[in-house]
């Protein structure tokens, strides 16, 4: 049995999905992998907000160097969203000697190179297939199995919060503005649901489908996106009198060297596998040169789903690192 | 960057989808993994066979043992198929200290325990991603990102030609012999399409992630199996009318420590996720204790799939012995 030690940065809603998926499946984890996987420092800054679990007080510091200058520390797994003080923590984790496993798609979009980059120069491992798709392995597949392959086109509902929306609007006929509400009031969308909607989000996840897939890098900047916000009864029902389903879809393909990309609501043949994902879902859409069309489907978010991405991140690399 | 000289054993389809795979994306692979994948060896009796593929004459040997005992081959891909003399075979290579990737899904239902074991004592890996699923990353995702998890169902469209068949009654109301004929004349069902048609194919596939999610043992030979040959026009088109679709459903569950399996034609709702699972298409859905739910779909045969999915087992072994 070999002990796993790691920081766990951000106790938010995903630092305590993690915790709490260690807690429920740490000996199952142990016997199918010979791994103690052990949570031996949380790094948050509110230490007494009411959670839905409950470590050892002695387990939280405020001061993330002394868990990075902690030689028994292992990984660090950053959860505490947003571009920075995200991505300077990160590097310095890394800078430290630690494996890096992040949800932070923010960041990851943002600064792809640079944090890829850094821990290789750092001789460290870093993991992030939480950040697309929450619990749904896409990430993991493309960097292992699916590089027998070369990518042409990858397509993905990439946003619970909208497909959600869309998913009631067209089964109920109702309009954005109504479901937004219920939704709002529901918890399933934020009270500024700007990220969502508007694709900025899918966006950020696209831009790291792009990075993997194709080796080339498209700022979220650079990605036409338009959002849900716009979208009618009226548009849908016309889609269904053509046998066809609205989806907001992150869309990027290599055409003549050029990678084409947007974030748009779109038509698709209710036929087309993606037709089918609905509610909260989400799903990835790719075409291999070999492999022909793949398709991975699951939750997109969730502390529990996007805590087991991080698990099985921390999994990946206690083997490599055995 | 690192040559991985690989022997292939077999080369009928899939030998010759995962000759010529490599042939179009060595460039792209030595690109992205430093790895240079070389066909060293071709193990085959019948040399002189008409193939959609034309290696040198020089790599082709009719003595195994002649790739055994050389000290450059580092994974022998074993696409013999059928039970023996396959499984001898790869034991025999794993004895020469070789790595082993299958695509073989009878040996490895008829013989997990010991192909498992035999590597393990060896201190080889073994891969055969291509033995369930055919191209869709379906084990690695279990061997690897999965294992946050305890699984508690998984549910397989594991069979294309039936899962074709039924597509077609579905959508044409055609009787099951009249589409049986033409799948054989258009070479989508072989001319004794048994192992196909009454679920056999499927048990072995089942009997594998039975294995792989759950850490039990259920021989093919236990798995109550009922194929697609008695389903009728009729019980598509009642299914039909309740919003179901009939498809040929392997399903394994762990209920009170005990293994709960069959392959079996079922109705499955409209909404699920694999009901919109179509004509030669496969899918795995899986349920975990902390993903949730969570499915996986593409092609579940073909030479180039299939031979895709050997070359990501090559990579993943060549990356992991670096």
């Known amino acids: 049995m070999k002990t796993v030690n790691i920081a766990i940065m951000g106790f938010g809603n995903i630092g305590v999905g993690t915790y709490r998926g260690l807690e429920i499946n740490h000996d199952a984890i142990a016997a199918k992998t010979g791994l103690d996987l052990k949570v031996a420092k949380i790094i948050e800054l509110d230490i007494d907000r009411p959670r839905e679990a409950n470590p050892d007080r002695a387990l939280f510091t405020t001061d993330r160097f002394e ?14 969203g947003g571009i920075e003080p995200a991505t300077t923590f990160m590097s310095e984790a890394m800078k430290h000697g630690k494996h890096v496993v992040t949800a932070n798609k923010a960041a990851l979009a943002a600064n792809y190179e640079r944090l890829t980059g850094e821990a290789e120069e750092a001789g460290v491992l870093f993991r992030f297939e939480a950040a697309v798709g929450g619990g749904i392995p896409v990430i993991n597949a493309i960097e292992t199995s699916l590089r027998s392959n070369q990518i042409d086109e990858v397509t993905g509902i990439l946003n619970g919060t909208t497909n959600f929306i869309l998913t009631q609007m ?33 966006a950020n996840k696209l831009s790291i489908l792009i990075s993997l897939c194709f080796g080339d890098r498209v700022k979220v ?15 849908i029902a016309q889609a269904k009198a053509e046998n066809k389903v609205v989806k907001l879809l992150a869309h990027a393909a290599k055409e003549d060297g050029e990678i084409i990309c947007s974030v748009a609501p779109a038509r698709i043949d209710a036929n087309h596998p993606l037709a089918g994902v609905s509610d909260e879902f989400n799903a990835i859409y790719l075409k291999g040169n070999i492999l022909g069309e793949t398709m991975f489907y699951g939750k997109g978010a969730g502390p529990l789903p996007t805590g087991g991405a991080i698990i099985g991140d921390i999994i990946d690399i206690a083997t490599r690192t055995k």
């Open 67 to 80: 868990a990075f200058r902690d030689p028994s520390i292992d990984i660090v797994a950053e959860l505490i």
């Open 221 to 235: 900047e650079e990605i036409p996106t338009i959002g849900i916000s716009g979208v009618t009864p009226d548009d």
């Open 170 to 202: 067209t089964r109920a006929g109702r309009s954005y503005a109504d479901v937004l509400k219920e939704a709002q009031e529901k918890g399933f969308a934020e009270a500024d649901p700007t990220a969502d909607v508007e694709g900025i989000d899918a």
